[in-house]
C-alpha cells in the first residue's frame, strides 16, 4: 500500500515516506489527536492475511509495549485502517548505525559510547524476556544529540531472495513459524552460529550480534563477510574475525570483550550484555552509564565546576550515586534500593505528584514550548497532556481521591509566570499565577483563586492550601474544593515568610512548610505558629504512615535524601533523621508514594557546550548568531584555538573524568589528547605559540596542580612543574608569545600570586608579591603585559601590570566581581566578563566600557570566554538547563544498596 502526503489512515495524516522493507512502508505522520509526529509502518498485504504472522505480530507488539526504555524506541500502539494493520510507532530523528558506518570506522569513542548505550537497551529488553533477535547496525539510529534508539524488537523480516553481491546488512530473514526450532530468525551478517543452524535463541544471540556491531563500528567492515547468504552463513560458522582490522588503540578491555561475544559456542561465549556494558565502562575508554552530574545552571564561579571534577575524578566514573548508608545490624532501615529515569524530553519537568493510589504519575515539563501537565501510568507508559492550553501550567497537585489536579497557570493572569524565590544552594525554583483544578486525566479546568503557589489538599478533599504573596511576606490560604472566598491560615505578618512548598500530612493533624532560609517547619493545620523540625531542608513529602521525606546538602555539594518519622500529637521528630541516599547532583522536588516505597525526583541538569560567536570587524560586535560546536549532556570548559585557527583545546567530561580534546574545526572531528598515568582532572589547556604543543593542568586531591607540555601529535608529554596549590579559580596558564615562559598562579604564604618558570632551565620565579588572590592569568600579544583578575577589597577587579612585576594599574570598577581577561589579537583591548553575564572590552591602556555580546540575561550563564587569533570569532561554553524525572525505590533491608546513577 504506497501513501500520498496528506492522506489519512485513521487520525494519522500521512507526511513524507521514510522508507521501505520486507515488513512494508514507512512513513512520517502526524497523530490528530494528540498533536505529535510519529512513523507509521503499513504492513503488506500478505502478511495481513496470514492468521498465524498476524497472531505472532499481535503478540510481539503487546511485548514490545511493555517496554519503557530512552534507549528503545517505542510502539505507540497497533491498528486497524483501510483494511490492513498498521504499526504506530515513536519517530526517531537521524541516521542509523549503518549510514554512520558506511562512512568509514567511527571514533573510539563514539563506537563506545554507542556500544553502550545498545547494551543497556538490549539489557532492559533482556530482563523482560525480549530477544532482539534482528540486531544489525540498520536497527540502530543515531540521534542529532548523539543518544542511541534501537528498532524493531522482535519483529522478523520477511524472507527475500539470495543475490550474490547484494548488501548482506540487508539480507533475508525467514518469519514464518515464530521462533520455533528449525526456523533460522535474523540478518545472516549478524546471526549467531546457533541461528544459523536453525536453533532455539537466547539473549547469547543477541550478546553475539552485539559483538558484530562493535567489531563493525570500531574497524568500519563486518566481521563476517561473503559475496551470498550462503558464503555469510559459512564464515559464521566456521571463521573467526580479522583480529588485525581493529584500530591499534583499542583497550586491550574491548578485544577481549569482543573475544567473548563472538565465541561460536553460546555455552562459552558472554552470557550477559550487561556484562559487556559494564566492560566498556571500565575500560576507560567510553561514557559511563553512571557519569558524574552537572553541578546547577546557575554558578558563582568556576570554582564550583572544579570541585565536581574533582570529586568526580577522586569518586570514578562509576561512582555517581553513593547510597552509602549501611543499616544497623538490629534493625532493617528504609534504602534505595533501584532507580529508573521515568522523562526523557528535552526541556525540564518538574514538580512530581502522585495519585494517592500510586497508579498516576504528574509532572509539569515545557517539553511542547509552554509548561502543562502531564500524566503517566506510574514509571511506564504514555504521558496524556491533561492542560494543553497556551498558558504555564505548573505544580500538579492529587485531589486525595485522585480524580482531580489542582495546579497554578498564567493562563488568566494578569502578571505573567513569575519566579518569586530560589537560591544556589538549594535550586529552587517557585512561581506565581492562578490556582487551577482540572480532572485527572484531562477536561474542563476551573479557576479557583488569584496570586497562589504550590497547592495542597487537604487530606478529606474538601479544601486546598497554597501560598500567596510576595518574596518575604508570603501568607498561607485556603479555598474550598468547590470554589468560594479563600481564609487566612498563615498571616504575612506572624513573620517574614520566604515559602517554597507546602504539604499536608496525611492524618491531616499537621501542615509542613518550606522556607527558604530555615529550612521545613510544621504548623497545626487549622493555623498555629510553625516551628522548625529540620534545619535546611527542602524538596519534602509525606507518605501515610507519617513519615516526612526529604532532601538537604551536604558539604560536597551533593544532596541528600532523607527521612524523618513525625511524632502526629506533637509535631516532633521521632529519632533523628536517617539517610537513605546520597547523590553527587542536585535533587531539588520530590514526590512520595502514599506506602513510601516510591519516589519520584525530579533532578536538576546542566550542560556545557563548546560555543562559538562570529565577530564583526574590529571585534567590537557579534555579525552573526551562535553555533554550538558539541552535543550531548556533557560539561565542556576552557577553550583554546590553536594559532593556525584550525583547532579548538578544550576539557570536557564526555568520557566521565574531564580530560583534553581537540576539535578539528574544518573536518569537526574530536580527539582526545591523552597523557601517560592515571586519569587526573585536567584543565586550563593553553596553546604553545609554535602550535604543537599544549601547556595544561593536572589536578590532584587538595587542589595541588601539576603543569605539563603535551605534543599534539600525541608524541610525547611531559611533566615541568609540580606542586602548584591553587586557591579557587586559579588553575589557568598563561605562555608568553615567545614560548620561553609560563606564568601560572601559586599560593604563597595563603595568598595566591602569579609566577612564571622558565621552560628551559625549568626555574621558577615569582612576579607578584601584594595583597590580594590573583586569578585568570593572560600575557598580552606583544609579550610587555600581564592582565589578571586580583581582589581588592574584597572585590574582584580587572588590572595590568608589566610582564617581570610592577605597579598594577586597575581597569575594571563598579563590578562585583570580575573573571575571565583575554587581549584581542592586536593587544589593544582587554575583553573581560562581569559575573557569569555578557562579554564586555576595556582599552588595554584604560578607558570605557564597551559591550560586546547583548544575550538576555535570564538564564545566561557563560564561562572561559577567549578569541581566535585571527579576531573572527569569540569561544566560550555555554549552559543548557534541564530537568527529568527518576523513579527511586525504597526498601528495607540490610544487603548492599544496587548502585545506581544519574545518566547525563
Not at 555455552?267 to 571500565?282: G, N, S, T
Not at 612585576?805 to 586597575?810: C, E, R, S, T, Y
Amino acid at each position: 500500500m504506497t501513501l500520498a502526503a496528506g492522506s489519512r489512515l485513521g487520525p494519522y495524516e500521512i507526511l513524507s515516506p521514510l522508507g521501505a522493507g520486507g515488513m512494508g512502508e514507512v512513513y512520517r505522520a502526524r497523530d490528530t489527536r494528540l498533536g505529535r509526529e510519529v512513523a507509521i509502518k503499513v504492513l503488506p498485504e500478505a502478511f495481513a492475511l496470514d492468521t498465524e504472522r498476524l497472531a505472532r505480530f499481535d503478540r510481539e507488539a503487546r511485548v514490545l509495549a511493555s517496554l519503557n526504555h530512552p534507549g528503545i524506541a517505542a510502539i505507540y500502539g497497533v491498528e486497524e485502517a483501510r483494511g490492513t494493520r498498521i504499526l504506530v510507532l515513536e519517530l526517531v530523528e537521524g541516521e542509523t548505525l549503518a549510514e554512520r558506518i558506511a562512512a568509514g570506522p567511527l571514533p573510539s569513542e563514539d563506537a563506545l559510547s554507542y556500544s553502550r548505550q545498545i547494551a543497556e537497551a538490549l539489557e532492559a529488553a533482556h530482563e523482560k524476556g525480549v530477544v532482539h533477535r534482528d540486531l544489525k547496525p540498520a536497527n540502530v539510529k543515531v540521534t542529532p544529540g548523539g543518544k542511541i534508539k534501537v528498532l524493531d524488537f522482535g519483529l522478523a523480516k520477511a524472507f527475500a531472495a539470495e543475490t550474490a553481491g547484494r548488501d548482506l546488512s540487508h539480507s533475508p530473514t525467514v518469519t514464518s513459524g515464530g521462533t520455533q526450532r528449525g526456523v533460522i530468525l535474523g540478518t545472516a551478517a549478524y546471526m549467531s552460529p546457533e541461528q544459523a543452524r536453525g536453533k532455539a535463541v537466547d539473549r547469547r544471540s543477541d550478546v553475539w550480534a552485539f559483538g558484530c556491531l562493535l567489531y563493525e563500528m570500531l574497524s568500519g567492515r563486518k566481521a563476517f563477510e561473503g559475496e551470498t547468504v550462503s558464503d555469510v552463513l559459512a564464515s559464521v560458522l566456521t571463521r573467526e574475525p580479522d583480529w588485525n582490522a581493529l584500530p591499534t588503540q583499542t583497550p586491550p578491555r574491548v578485544r577481549e570483550l569482543l573475544q567473548r561475544c563472538l565465541r561460536k559456542d553460546p555455552d562459552k561465549r558472554l552470557h550477559d550484555v550487561a556484562d559487556a556494558r559494564l566492560d566498556i565502562e571500565d575500560s576507560g575508554e567510553a561514557p559511563t552509564a553512571l557519569a558524574p552530574m552537572p553541578t546547577a545552571a546557575r554558578r558563582v564561579s568556576p570554582a564550583s565546576w572544579i570541585a565536581v571534577g574533582v570529586a568526580a575524578a577522586a569518586l570514578g566514573a562509576l561512582a555517581t550515586w553513593l547510597l552509602t548508608r549501611r543499616a544497623e545490624p538490629a534493625r532493617r532501615e528504609p534504602l534505595i534500593s533501584k532507580l529508573a529515569r521515568v522523562t526523557h524530553d528535552a526541556g525540564r519537568s518538574e514538580w512530581p505528584a502522585w495519585s494517592p493510589d500510586g497508579s498516576l504519575l504528574a509532572c509539569a515539563s515545557d517539553r511542547e514550548g509552554n509548561y502543562d501537565i502531564f500524566v503517566r501510568r506510574g514509571e511506564g507508559g504514555q504521558d496524556v497532556n491533561v492542560t494543553n492550553d497556551p498558558g504555564q501550567d505548573i505544580q500538579p497537585a492529587f485531589s486525595p481521591d485522585g480524580n482531580s489536579i489542582a495546579f497554578v497557570s498564567t493562563r488568566s493572569s494578569r502578571t505573567g509566570l513569575i519566579r518569586i524565590g530560589g537560591t544556589l544552594a538549594r535550586n529552587v525554583r517557585t512561581y506565581g499565577g492562578d490556582l487551577w483544578v482540572v480532572p485527572a486525566l484531562g477536561g474542563a479546568a476551573r479557576r479557583l483563586a488569584p496570586d497562589a503557589n504550590t497547592p495542597a489538599w487537604r487530606p478529606d478533599g474538601k479544601g486546598i492550601l497554597y501560598v500567596s504573596g510576595a518574596e518575604n511576606r508570603r501568607t498561607i490560604l485556603e479555598v474550598p474544593a468547590g470554589g468560594g472566598p479563600p481564609r487566612t491560615l498563615l498571616a504575612a505578618d506572624e513573620g517574614a515568610w520566604e515559602l517554597n512548598r507546602i504539604a499536608c500530612s496525611a492524618d491531616g493533624r499537621w501542615i509542613s512548610l518550606e522556607e527558604q532560609v530555615a529550612g521545613i517547619l510544621l504548623m497545626p493545620s487549622n493555623g498555629g505558629k510553625p516551628h522548625l523540625v529540620i534545619p535546611n531542608g527542602f524538596g519534602h513529602a509525606w507518605d501515610a504512615a507519617g513519615r516526612l521525606y526529604f532532601v538537604t546538602t551536604n558539604q560536597q555539594g551533593g544532596t541528600r535524601l532523607q527521612v524523618a518519622e513525625i511524632d502526629p500529637a506533637k509535631g516532633t521528630l521521632r529519632g533523628g533523621p536517617r539517610t537513605i541516599g546520597l547523590v553527587t547532583g542536585s535533587l531539588w522536588e520530590i514526590a512520595a508514594s502514599s506506602d513510601g516505597k516510591r519516589i519520584a525526583a525530579s533532578e536538576e541538569e546542566a550542560s556545557r557546550h563548546l560555543t562559538r560567536l562570529p565577530l564583526a570587524p574590529g571585534g567590537g560586535a557579534p555579525s552573526g548568531g551562535e553555533e554550538v560546536l558539541s552535543a550531548g549532556r556533557v560539561t565542556d570548559a576552557f577553550p583554546a584555538v590553536s594559532p593556525d585557527n584550525r583547532q579548538v583545546a578544550y576539557v570536557s567530561d564526555i568520557l566521565g573524568h574531564t580530560e583534553v580534546w581537540l576539535l578539528d574545526l574544518e573536518k569537526r572531528e574530536r580527539r582526545r589528547l591523552q597523557l601517560p598515568g592515571e586519569d587526573l582532572t585536567q584543565m586550563g589547556p593553553a596553546w604553545m605559540p609554535d602550535g604543537h604543543h599544549i601547556a595544561l593542568s593536572r589536578l590532584l586531591e587538595g587542589n595541588v596542580g601539576t603543569n605539563w607540555l603535551v605534543a599534539v601529535d600525541g608524541s610525547g608529554a611531559e611533566e615541568v612543574l609540580t606542586r602548584n596549590v591553587y586557591q579557587g579559580v586559579g588553575w589557568l596558564l598563561a605562555p608568553s608569545p615567545d614560548g620561553k615562559r609560563l606564568f601560572y598562579p601559586n599560593s604563597e604564604n595563603g595568598v595566591q600570586q602569579v609566577f612564571s618558570v622558565d621552560l628551559a632551565t625549568r626555574k621558577s620565579k615569582q612576579v607578584t608579591d601584594s595583597p590580594g588572590n590573583k586569578f585568570d592569568i593572560v600575557v598580552s600579544p606583544d609579550g610587555k603585559w600581564i592582565a589578571v583578575t586580583a581582589v581588592q577589597d574584597g572585590v574582584m577587579q580587572l588590572f595590568r601590570m608589566p610582564i617581570d612585576g610592577g605597579p598594577m594599574q586597575q581597569l575594571t570598577s563598579g563590578f562585583e566581581r570580575m573573571r575571565h581577561p583575554f587581549f584581542s589579537p592586536d593587544g589593544k583591548w582587554i575583553y573581560i566578563q562581569p559575573s557569569h553575564r555578557n562579554i564586555y572590552r576595556v582599552p588595554a591602556a584604560g578607558g570605557a566600557l564597551e559591550q560586546v555580546t547583548r544575550f538576555p540575561d535570564a538564564g545566561l550563564f557563560l564561562e572561559e570566554p577567549t578569541i581566535s587569533p585571527d579576531g573572527r570569532y569569540l569561544y566560550y561554553c555555554r549552559s543548557t538547563g534541564g530537568s527529568s524525572l527518576w523513579l527511586l525505590t525504597v526498601s528495607d533491608g540490610q544487603s548492599a544498596i544496587a548502585a545506581g546513577g544519574f545518566h547525563r
